[in-house]
């Protein structure tokens, strides 16, 4: 059942009912910009991921800066997308179950259609789904460039599968899924750059036993928001697929540049607004998001604007905040912004986005609402 939203548009900031996730529109707006500027001067395709913002308004907004379709994780998520009006989609992911395979073939009639495999069983059920359904569907071949998560090994046996695929009818081969997940928020340039590093010799070497086998890569597709800089100066990458870039969540911020700074290649546009439900002590307040409005495998929210104040101890629907090393004594009622630790799956906790203008400015207001459209949509 649909719920209604926390805010309409023209609203004050203050008067949003909380806790409600909240877009910065300016920053947000910035960071699209910078991306698009980015691959275009890199002489990269920009294929954005949708797990990030779960909405097809976001990714039609990336694809008028140039973005040539979008990632997504699962098939009802990629149904989400098409639903939206987004033309092309690739599931940068493997896709088991027949009834999940019968779904994608099906969206192929909609629009254009890639997927990964990494696995010979899995090309003969995509090509059986994809005769069914009368379509040709576009195959990546998944290569396991250091994550140690899903992907056959690069080199002979990626040229073996890929082979496999292209006598597959119903199916094209188009090249190479290589990304890098474990990577994206090692601390270090140094690290970063070893591990992506080692993914571009190998993505590079696989690429040339392909191309002495026949099979060329249309597609060599990989990187995330943490690394995406390096991939794009391999000479080997021609599609990014970085999603957590429109927001900036706070544990990519915790990533260092060459300098030992924090990561501000993008601006923080994402944000949970809190209330404050409870001030016991001087020292002590409590808010009214807690594990139902965030996720916490990547940390604690960081508080804006309050120096020294804490984020802790959350349950369902309360969350700490720790003010001994802050000023800041606040009252009942009074709001907050509180950056996510992971912007990802702290999206799908959430129905609504409410797009803020002018959140520097001393009268921010609701500009915008838009739905989580793909929420919960993870099968």
């Known amino acids: 059942m649909p719920k209604l939203p926390p805010a309409t548009p023209g609203m004050p900031l203050a008067d949003v009912d909380t806790p409600a996730l909240l877009i910065d529109l300016d920053a947000f707006e910035r960071n699209l910009a910078k991306m698009a500027d980015f691959v275009s001067k890199a002489g990269v395709r920009l294929r954005p991921h949708a797990k990030t913002h779960k909405s097809p308004v976001i990714g039609l907004k990336q694809m008028q800066l140039g973005a040539v379709g979008l990632c997504c994780q699962k098939v009802s998520e990629a149904e989400a997308m098409v639903e939206g009006g987004i033309p092309d989609v690739y599931v940068s992911n493997e896709v088991v179950g027949a009834r999940k395979l019968d779904r994608l073939a099906a969206l192929a009639h909609q629009a254009r259609v890639m997927v990964a495999v990494d696995n010979e069983a899995a090309v003969e059920a995509l090509g059986t789904a994809a005769r069914k359904a009368g379509v ?23 040229v073996a599968l890929a082979t496999r695929v292209a006598r597959e009818k119903g199916l094209t081969f188009a090249g190479l899924q290589s990304y890098q997940g474990r990577a994206q928020h090692l601390r270090t340039v140094a690290e970063r750059r070893d591990a992506i590093g080692k993914a571009i010799q190998w993505t590079a070497d696989t690429v040339g036993a392909l191309g002495k086998a026949g099979l060329d890569c249309e597609v060599v597709g990989g990187a995330g928001t943490g690394t995406f800089e390096m991939e794009a100066a391999s000479g080997v990458y021609n599609e990014l697929q970085a999603g957590s870039y429109v927001f900036m969540d706070a544990d990519y911020a915790r990533n260092q540049k060459a300098d030992g700074s924090r990561f501000d290649t993008f601006e923080h546009a994402l944000f949970v607004y809190a209330t404050i439900m409870s001030a016991p002590v001087p020292e002590r307040a409590v808010v009214d998001a807690g ?72 009268s921010p207001r609701v500009e915008a609402i838009w739905p989580v459209a793909a929420r919960g949509a993870v099968f």
């Not at 569907?137 to 046996?157: K, M, Q, S």
């Not at 709001?335 to 799956?345: A, F, G, N, R």
Request: aromatic share 6%; net charge negative.
């Open 136 to 158: 040709t569907l576009r195959v990546l071949v998944e290569i396991d460039v250091g994550a140690n998560r899903c992907g056959v090994p690069p080199g002979a046996p990626a």
């Open 291 to 362: 594990l139902k409005a965030f996720t916490f495998e990547s940390g604690m929210p960081e508080v804006v604007g309050w120096a020294g104040a804490l984020y802790e101890r959350p349950s369902d629907e309360h969350g700490g905040l720790n003010l001994v090393a802050c000023n800041e004594r606040p009252r009942l009622g009074d709001k907050i912004l509180l950056v996510p630790p992971h912007c990802d799956p702290t999206v799908n906790l959430h129905d609504w986005y409410i797009g803020i203008r002018g959140m520097a400015t001393a």
